[in-house]
């Protein structure tokens, strides 16, 4: 029988290389993966493309990553309060993608369950409909988007089973189960 438990940080982020895409969960820092976060810092893994509803806090969560310029790419709907993130978006060292809130959670929905594409009116009408398909539903336009396409996830979970099933406790049932 598969055991999907591991024993330590170390051992559930195997496998994870510089340059792949990551979905983190979590919102604002409630329910942030931050031991796993610190143990990429540590590992220094670099060149990653980040996917969270936001960039942290300068000096915690994903804030981290970027001091050490370890994210090459933030995909969030938020970055409000870190003033690293602010700096390297303006100057262009970071590369980034500003999505609606409920859109990013859609991509994340629409990946778990396999569903390639969606079309949704968030956004028709703005710079994030530049360059992408517009279709009119009921005689109001909408925007393709696609579903994310991520090398892993990393959620804060409060429970676990050897088959992999995750209960999510309290304020963490935010972003952590959709990118699970």
């Known amino acids: 029988m598969i055991n999907k438990k591991v024993d330590n940080v170390q051992e559930a982020l195997q496998g994870i290389e510089n340059g792949m895409t990551i979905m983190l969960g979590g919102f604002g820092l409630c ?5 796993s976060i610190a143990e990429l810092v540590k590992q220094e ?3 990653l493309t980040c996917i969270s509803n936001n960039a942290g806090v300068d000096d915690f969560g994903l804030g981290l990553l970027l001091q050490k310029k370890q994210i090459k790419k933030m995909i969030s709907s938020y970055v409000g309060e870190n003033a690293e993130f602010e700096r390297q978006m303006l100057s262009g060292e970071l590369d980034v993608e500003l999505i609606p809130q409920g859109t990013l959670a859609e991509r994340c929905r629409a990946a778990q369950a396999g569903i390639p594409a969606f079309f949704t009116p968030a956004g028709f009408g703005t710079e994030v409909a530049i360059g992408k398909e517009s279709r009119e539903f009921n005689g109001k336009m909408h925007v393709m988007e ?8 990393i959620v804060k979970a409060w429970k ?3 088959a992999g099933n995750l209960i999510f406790k309290g304020t963490a049932r935010n972003f952590n189960p959709c990118m699970a």
């Open 146 to 153: 696609l579903a994310f396409k991520a090398d892993f996830a």
């Open 160 to 162: 676990g089973d050897t």
């Open 31 to 35: 329910g942030i993966p931050e031991n």
């Open 45 to 47: 893994t670099n060149n």
